[in-house]
DNA sequence: ACAAAAGTGTTGTTTTTACACCCATGC
DNA sequence: GCATGGGTGTAAAAACAACACTTTTGT
């Protein structure tokens, strides 16, 4: 077998950052490290590649691990890797940010793995540059779903219109006007609506809705205010 | 030294694609492989990163290797790495998009490093999985030229609406309709008038502009629709 | 009947778009 | 003086924001 010689190789791992929504706030999970140095430090949950694997791969695996979620909204972010964020040893680190339905999340694999659900807004310090990669994550998240229908992953298969609102004025941290803001997502043409009502928030009750798969996987580049003919430019021919 | 034991250590590289733009054509710069296998195959400009560098130190080193430039635009873009891309040795590549004024590259260079300046819609095959690369890339560069004010880097630093019209022509594939174009840019406040004009291409001539650096930086994240209040949404806490 | 939240209708404002037309200049 | 692009003016259309008001239902 060939090889290049006289280059280093070196150590690539994947961290997570996993965003949750309890109806009220934006938690991340976070793990205790298991390992010395920085044991029982907080730390985003993460792994080192392994030989067969792409980065997605690992990213997935990493995460199945450790919430027991398949198919989980996941994006690499960007790549870590200054000298020496590690002090172990050299080692470059793969950032991916998940959106998860947080009661999809097995509450038992909080004792088994030391995770916590911990509001965004009270982030405690995390080893290495994990505060960076938090950092990062926040304002990527913010930047896509400015653009795309992403937040929904964040959300159970059936919800509220003021569900979604309070989702999206806690990520953006601003109120919306609940007028506009339900007849803009209804104009999209996102959602379904389904028979029942949820009657926990209010006497009126409000009524559920789905995402329509369809409209989502085809509307999902739907953006773009600067150049007029938004749309199909990004799949489209250069 | 400690270190993580039982981890394989892989191969890091950076692959640089590589934008420019002559006035007519969107152009991307190749160079033919030097070494076996593939050897005189078409490529992206790319080199391992180094014991001592962060990604991106190795990505404008290789940058400034090949092309005699520093201080481009360039954006670390994905991480590309399926365990059999190279088949030499299993290899991660972290892709960086530039976008660099063409005339600033020193035509020498050319035959130097047997580089090429190719018009993107007429690329050859590529060696490995740089036509992923590629591919990607020209999707990130209207992302975000479709929000941000990236293009200006493809040009040079006096310039006329009309040549910037003719870029984002380029770019996005369609038809702008002139004297909203003009109207549209200038209403950014980004160009700065400057007193001469380019008699080149018409007999009125068209005044040259420059960037206006400050307002460039203050204006970078100016875009969102979908949300209101857009601005410093990205920069603020959440 | 009343309070409280969901959701619809209406209206004024701003932003886009389309396009007529004027401007400066080289030949 | 006329052809050629550069650039301004204007009006119609579309998108957006603000907010009055109606609807539903638990107490």
Redesign the pocket.
């Given at each position: 077998m060939q090889r290049y010689t006289g280059q280093k190789r070196l150590l690539v791992a994947v961290d997570c950052i996993v965003f949750g929504f309890d109806g009220q706030s934006i938690k991340l999970l976070l793990v205790k490290r298991s390992i010395e140095p920085y044991k029982n430090k907080w730390s985003l949950m993460g792994g080192f590649m392994q030989p067969d694997e792409t980065p997605d791969d690992a990213a997935n695996r990493v995460l199945e691990y450790r919430t027991g979620l398949k198919n989980v909204y996941l994006e690499q972010l960007h790549v870590f890797g200054s000298p020496d964020r590690d002090p172990v040893e050299r080692t470059l680190s793969i950032a991916y940010f998940a959106l998860i339905d947080i009661n999809k999340y097995e509450q038992q694999l909080v004792d088994e793995f030391h995770a916590e659900w911990i509001e965004i807004k009270d982030l405690p310090e995390l080893i290495f540059d994990h505060g960076d990669m938090v950092r990062m994550a926040k304002k990527q998240l913010r930047y896509k779903a400015a653009l795309h229908p992403i937040l929904f992953h964040l959300l159970p298969e059936r919800f509220?219109?003021?569900q979604l609102q309070a989702l999206y004025e806690g990520i953006f941290q601003a109120e919306f006007?609940?007028?506009?803001f339900?007849?803009?997502v209804?104009s999209t043409g996102l959602l379904v609506k389904l028979p029942e009502?949820d009657?926990q928030?209010?006497?009126?009750?409000?009524?559920y809705y789905r995402l329509n798969q369809t409209e989502y996987l085809e509307n999902f580049d739907s953006f773009l205010?600067f150049v007029?003919n938004p749309d199909k430019l990004l799949t489209e021919n250069l």
């Amino acid at each position: 077998m060939q090889r290049y010689t006289g280059q280093k190789r070196l150590l690539v791992a994947v961290d997570c950052i996993v965003f949750g929504f309890d109806g009220q706030s934006i938690k991340l999970l976070l793990v205790k490290r298991s390992i010395e140095p920085y044991k029982n430090k907080w730390s985003l949950m993460g792994g080192f590649m392994q030989p067969d694997e792409t980065p997605d791969d690992a990213a997935n695996r990493v995460l199945e691990y450790r919430t027991g979620l398949k198919n989980v909204y996941l994006e690499q972010l960007h790549v870590f890797g200054s000298p020496d964020r590690d002090p172990v040893e050299r080692t470059l680190s793969i950032a991916y940010f998940a959106l998860i339905d947080i009661n999809k999340y097995e509450q038992q694999l909080v004792d088994e793995f030391h995770a916590e659900w911990i509001e965004i807004k009270d982030l405690p310090e995390l080893i290495f540059d994990h505060g960076d990669m938090v950092r990062m994550a926040k304002k990527q998240l913010r930047y896509k779903a400015a653009l795309h229908p992403i937040l929904f992953h964040l959300l159970p298969e059936r919800f509220t219109i003021p569900q979604l609102q309070a989702l999206y004025e806690g990520i953006f941290q601003a109120e919306f006007d609940d007028r506009n803001f339900s007849r803009k997502v209804l104009s999209t043409g996102l959602l379904v609506k389904l028979p029942e009502k949820d009657k926990q928030s209010s006497k009126k009750g409000a009524f559920y809705y789905r995402l329509n798969q369809t409209e989502y996987l085809e509307n999902f580049d739907s953006f773009l205010n600067f150049v007029p003919n938004p749309d199909k430019l990004l799949t489209e021919n250069l």
